[in-house]
């Protein structure tokens, strides 16, 4: 692989956050967080901090996943809240330098649900075109491997990817690591379609079940994902614990995984 990496963490809410160091340990340069900490003054205050430090910040999910997977379906008052919600988080947002946003809608029901399909693609009209103006860039996150039962890889490149605006659109994927279908799967075949669309991943896995990262499979994955994207590839640990100074704990860990990543890039 001869792409440059960004590696960073995605923090889960305040509690972890509240617990980080000042001076985040190399090579961790990316901050993801949860889109609610746009509405404190306070984490907005400490993020610009981490900024002017030389980290970027992004957004994780602009919204919690039960809302953006039901609102392209619920009454026009509700939608035009979202709406109001998102254009307000995207201001804020490019107020601090922030470039890519999270939003986790259900994709896989627009894929198989041409009614939910059309309302969405209406939603996100609005959205991209707020978000294009402020010079940010939305990123909607895809399940790899994708679930049970998926439209699968080629109608994703059909029906939603080839539809984005590539300025100010793209997907994250949300790799799980440790599903059990992973060592049995033929990334190389499987990620073909996206070779152009892989530039954003998160790594999602549970520590306290005796999870890692496993750097050598990822890796593996990277280098079947090819050479073609289009912008250094970022990719974000998201460890999944119950308490958040397992989190913070992580890090030196996370931190290490990072390096040994890029040393075989």
């Avoid at 996943?65 to 709406?83: I, Q």
């Avoid at 895809?142 to 100010?168: C, D, F, H, T």
């Avoid at 659109?169 to 190389?188: M, N, Q, R, Y």
Wanted: proline fraction near 9%.
């Amino acid at each position: 692989m001869k792409i440059p990496l960004e590696i960073g963490v995605v923090v889960p809410d305040d509690a972890a956050f509240a617990r980080l160091p000042e001076r985040l340990p190399e090579p961790l340069t990316v901050l993801a967080v949860p889109g609610e900490f746009l509405e404190s003054a306070e984490l907005r205050r400490i993020l610009n901090r981490y900024r002017l430090n030389g980290v970027e910040i992004a957004i994780s999910e602009l919204a919690p996943g039960a809302l953006t997977h039901l609102v392209p379906d619920e009454s026009e008052v509700v939608r035009f809240e979202f709406y109001r919600m998102a254009t307000e988080r995207f201001r804020r947002s490019a107020s601090l330098g922030i470039r890519e946003i999270g939003i986790g809608f259900d994709l896989e029901r627009a894929l198989c649900d041409v009614e939910f399909y059309e309302k969405l693609r209406l939603l996100l009209r609005g959205l991209l075109g707020t978000a294009a103006g402020l010079s940010l860039r939305l990123r909607l996150p895809v399940r790899l491997p994708l679930p049970p039962g998926s439209a699968g890889w080629e109608s994703y490149r059909r029906q939603v990817i080839e539809l984005l605006p590539e300025s100010s659109c793209g997907i994250t994927l949300d790799f799980h690591i440790h599903d059990p279908s992973v060592p049995e799967t033929d990334f190389a075949s499987l990620l073909r379609p996206l070779r152009f669309d892989s530039d954003s991943w998160r790594i999602v896995y549970e520590p306290e079940l005796g999870n890692r990262p496993a750097p050598d499979k990822l890796r593996e994955v990277l280098t079947a994902a090819g050479e073609l994207c289009r912008r250094p590839r970022r990719v974000l640990f998201a460890p999944l614990y119950s308490s958040p100074e397992a989190f913070a704990a992580d890090l030196p860990e996370l931190a290490e995984f990072g390096n040994r990543l890029k040393r075989q890039n």
